[in-house]
């Protein structure tokens, strides 16, 4: 059996039936009980803050405040948060189960295609281990032993059953939103060195491979747990991937580097200090020509109406992703372009999935 497959954990009958459970109450929560909110919202709650504040409400602020006093909202925030510790829970069992051979497994066997570098020396940023991002037990730093692999697994488990428990069942991939924007405004453009930050366990790059074959990938992230899940994976596969621990802010590629550099779904995870690092060290390590292409959740407060920009910001408040919100609220274009990039060779909009499956936010510039 392939290691990739080896890795993933795979429930016995009553880890099975819990993970249908959780997902069944995810959905139940997500898509039964989330329209009540809007009732309450549209109705008693903005009656309720324009009788105390004399006008309607203007921000999501206001009426988080206002919407904390609703029991309907205090009853369905609950089962949220319940249905989040108990998918994390039902990840657990499994791993702690399956733990003492997957460290093993881990191990790739035969010569590697890719490499693997850990730096037990790297600082986690305080922006990651400050708090267990979205729930997750011990967060991305979770570090046990020299080989632990549990981050990895545990994102890789808890990501299956958080997406598809918000009720998203399309097929149009999050990269494949990357990917048609760059195949529509650059039809010429082959890169064949691509940098992923932030890769996690390496999700998004089997997208990249399929449309970039000939690319070899270089992939980063600060969490080691991360990266030896995420190594064997792409062995697997059969991708060539070089993954290395390193801080975004500060990487040891040399100048000029790379012809795309991609994070999928990362940025909206760190500090509003640590982003335009970010954005200054993909502009060095950029080759000329070369295009930086951020992917995140489709959130732009602006465009929203008071209801939804409420609805969305959930995560920053109670699900601990602090710098959510903040970085909707944000002109990402200003950090893209003090980090030297001509501000005509930015973007900074919506794009649909490969088969309009669904809309992802991407920005980024060309150098
Ligand atoms: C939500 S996950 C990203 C998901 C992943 N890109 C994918 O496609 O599946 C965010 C990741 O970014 C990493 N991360 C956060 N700050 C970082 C930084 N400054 N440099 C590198 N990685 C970072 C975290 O450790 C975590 O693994």
């Known amino acids: ?16 039936a819990r993970d249908a459970f959780v997902l069944n109450l995810k959905w139940h929560i997500n898509l039964d009980l989330s329209p009540g909110l809007k009732t309450v919202f549209d109705g008693k709650a903005t009656k309720a803050f324009k009788a105390k504040n004399g006008r309607a409400p203007e921000t999501r602020h206001e009426m988080r405040r206002q919407m904390e006093q609703e029991p309907y909202f205090q009853m369905w925030g609950s089962l949220w948060s319940t249905a989040q510790t108990l998918m994390w829970q039902s990840g657990e069992t499994k791993f702690d189960r399956m733990a003492p051979n997957l460290e093993s497994r881990a191990k790739v066997k035969g ?49 299956l059953l958080y997406g ?26 082959a890169p064949t060195s691509i940098l992923d930050i932030g890769c996690s366990v390496g999700g998004s790059i089997p997208d990249y491979a399929k449309a970039y074959p000939n690319a070899v990938f270089h992939a ?11 190594h064997p994976r792409m062995e697997a596969e059969g ?6 621990q390193q801080n975004a802010e ?43 292409a951020h992917l995140e959740v489709p959130l732009r407060n602006a465009k929203m109406d008071l209801y939804n920009s409420w609805y969305r910001d959930w995560s920053t ?15 990402v274009i200003e950090p893209i372009t003090n980090a030297g990039f001509k ?12 088969n309009d499956d669904g809309t992802w936010w991407i920005f980024g510039g060309q150098k």
């Open 239 to 244: 991708i060539v991937v070089h993954f290395s």
């Open 164 to 189: 598809k428990g918000q009720g998203q069942r399309g097929s149009g991939t999050p990269p494949s939103a990357v990917i048609r924007y760059l195949n529509e405004n650059h039809p010429e453009f």
């Open 250 to 292: 500060h990487t040891d590629f040399k100048d000029n580097s790379f012809d795309l550099i991609v994070s999928n779904i990362t940025l909206h995870e760190v500090s509003h200090k640590a982003f335009p690092h970010i954005m200054k060290e993909s502009h060095r390590i950029l080759k000329p020509g070369g295009i930086m």
């Open 111 to 159: 010569p590697k295609k890719g490499s693997l570098r850990t730096d037990p020396n790297m600082e986690v940023p305080r922006y990651v281990t400050a708090v267990d991002i979205h729930g997750q037990p011990g967060g991305y730093g979770l570090e046990l032993d020299d080989n632990d692999i549990s981050a990895g697994a545990m994102y890789e488990q808890g990501m």
């Open 317 to 331: 408040h109670y699900n601990n992703e602090p710098f959510w919100g903040k970085l909707h609220d944000m002109d």
């Open 220 to 230: 980063i992230d600060v969490s080691a747990g991360m990266l030896r899940y995420g």
């Open 1 to 16: 059996m392939a290691p990739q497959e080896t890795l993933t954990l795979v429930g016995n009958h009553d880890e099975s």
């Open 343 to 354: 501000k005509d060779q930015t973007f900074d909009q919506f794009v649909p999935t490969s």
